[in-house]
Each structure stands twice: as structure tokens, then as C-alpha cells.
């Protein structure tokens, strides 16, 4: 199923665009979400909210075609582009988890197009996708210090429900789990 959704977006901090589109990334999509990757890694650099432990090898790898292509398609993993009058501007990743359970791997959005919507038109996408696939809930995990994100994700129906560690390359970094029930589970009885 492809996910589709339309929004319109303006902010004086980029150039006005007259719509965002949302759609599940499908084979024929792969080189340019690639490369929106690699505009999206350029825009915010090392070091910053949301790409922990990532660096221009990491990035040049998890955006190839084959890399990409792997993650796409369903239903275990899912990937999502938002295009901005036909140009990428943002991404989001799901994977299916165990117990009727999503997870959010991330929505990333270029810098330069902050502020209009764009990630929470991804986040619907996502969200709207899973809900058709029976999912119970989506979980996503963010830097404890991205308050940012923190913040974007609360105000979209997401709890706070415990903290995490992962290692990148050695490096710890600690994150925030953060969870929305997409559909109130019903009692058999």
C-alpha cells in the first residue's frame, strides 16, 4: 500500500513551497532518497540532534541503493519521503516490532525546511500505516538532550516510558524511549 497524504506548508525561514506530498518510498525512489540522505546529513553535520553516531562513511553507505532497498517494501521495515513541489525534503523509517508493535526509527527533515509540517506529515504517514497493519502502538528512541525532537514527539501523543543506552563505534549515548498507543486494545471478555 502506498501512504499518501498532502499538506501545505510556508515559513518566512526558507523559500515558500506550495505542497508536501508523503509517500512510502518504492523501489523506482531508492537513488533519490539516497541522495536526500546525504543533502539532509550535509545540512546538519556531526554532532548533530538526531544522527548520533553517524559520519560521512555511515552515511555514505547506509544511503546507497542496495542499503536502501533493503529497508523498504514491507512489511517489516517501511521508509517514507516527503517531496516539497517534487524535491525531497524529509524521510521517516519504521520497522515492526514484536507484540503488534512499531518502531519509529526516525524522521529526519532538512534543516532548511524546518517548521512547515513536514515531520509531522511523515509521522501520520507512519502512524497511519501501521495502524492499517494492526499495530498497537509505535515507539521511537531519541537523545536524551534533543528536546527538539522530545518536544515534537509529545506534542504528538508520545509518553516518555523509560531511558536507554546504545553504542556507536564505542561511543554510549544515551537516549529517551518514547511511545503512542495508536488504538485502545479491547478486552475479549
Known amino acids: 500500500m502506498i501512504v499518501s497524504s498532502r499538506c501545505v506548508a510556508t515559513s518566512s525561514r526558507r523559500s515558500e513551497i506550495s505542497s508536501v506530498d508523503v509517500a512510502e518510498v518504492g523501489p523506482g525512489e531508492v537513488e533519490r532518497l539516497g541522495r536526500l540522505i546525504r543533502e539532509a546529513w550535509d545540512e546538519a553535520g556531526p554532532g548533530?540532534?538526531?544522527?548520533?553516531g553517524a559520519d560521512d562513511a555511515t552515511i555514505a553507505e547506509i544511503s546507497t541503493s542496495e542499503a536502501l532497498l533493503s529497508r523498504i517494501g514491507g512489511p517489516q521495515q517501511r521508509m517514507f519521503m516527503a517531496t516539497a513541489d517534487g524535491r525531497p525534503v524529509g524521510f521517516a523509517a519504521t520497522r515492526l516490532m514484536e507484540g503488534r508493535s512499531i518502531e519509529l526509527s526516525g524522521i529526519i527533515v532538512l534543516q532548511s525546511m524546518l517548521g512547515g509540517g513536514i515531520g509531522t506529515q511523515l509521522l501520520e504517514a507512519a502512524v497511519a500505516q501501521a495502524v492499517e497493519e494492526g499495530c498497537l502502538?509505535?515507539?521511537?528512541?531519541?537523545?536524551?538532550?534533543?528536546?527538539?525532537?522530545?518536544?515534537?514527539?509529545?506534542?504528538?501523543?508520545?509518553?516518555?516510558?523509560?531511558?536507554?543506552?546504545?553504542?556507536?563505534?564505542?561511543?554510549?549515548?544515551?537516549?529517551?524511549?518514547?511511545?503512542?498507543?495508536?488504538v485502545e486494545s479491547r478486552d475479549p471478555a
Not at 548533530?48 to 548520533?52: E, M, V, Y
Not at 509505535?138 to 527538539?148: R, S
Request: hydrophobic fraction near 40%.
Open 137 to 182: 502502538r509505535i515507539e521511537v528512541h531519541t537523545e536524551v538532550d534533543n528536546a527538539a525532537a522530545i518536544g515534537f514527539y509529545r506534542s504528538h501523543g508520545f509518553d516518555e516510558v523509560g531511558e536507554t543506552t546504545v553504542s556507536f563505534d564505542g561511543e554510549r549515548v544515551p537516549l529517551v524511549v518514547l511511545e503512542r498507543h495508536l
Open 48 to 52: 548533530a540532534p538526531g544522527w548520533s
